[in-house]
């Protein structure tokens, strides 16, 4: 079992940053890839980026690629995602959910096996 909790969420301006977390605790030694997925009103939960520990690859959105960035930091039971996200913009409002999967499932949500509640980002000015 693994658990996700997410933090780091608010109202930001466009065009600043602002960095989401994400801290990952119980069976964090089975956890292969995190990801960072989201949910704007009335749309689908759509990938933002993943991060494999395998070899560190990083994936991203092509919405997203080039302005967020993910990483990872591990220690002793307990993973920490983050997010950082640069020039924002209005379309990135959004519930951002962290995930977590054994395997490499890419962008493919079905796959992810856990996830955390969520935090609201608004971009705003």
């Known amino acids: 079992q693994v658990a996700l909790v997410e933090s780091g969420g608010g109202t930001v301006q466009p065009g600043y940053s602002l960095l989401l977390s994400c801290a990952a605790t119980?069976?964090?030694?089975?956890?292969?890839?995190m990801a960072w997925f989201r949910q704007a009103p009335t749309k689908e939960r759509e990938f933002v980026a993943a991060k494999r520990s395998s070899d560190g690859y990083s994936d991203y959105a092509a919405s997203v690629k080039d302005r967020f960035t993910i990483s990872v930091e591990s220690g002793w039971n307990k993973k920490t995602l983050y997010l950082q996200m640069n020039a924002p913009k209005s379309e990135d409002t959004a519930v951002y959910f962290c995930?977590?999967?054994?395997?490499?499932?890419?962008?493919?949500?079905?796959?992810?096996?856990?996830w955390g509640q969520g935090t609201q980002v608004t971009v705003s000015s």
């Open positions: 995930a977590a999967a054994p395997g490499i499932p890419g962008q493919s949500r079905g796959a992810y096996t856990s």
């Open positions: 119980g069976d964090t030694g089975a956890i292969s890839t």
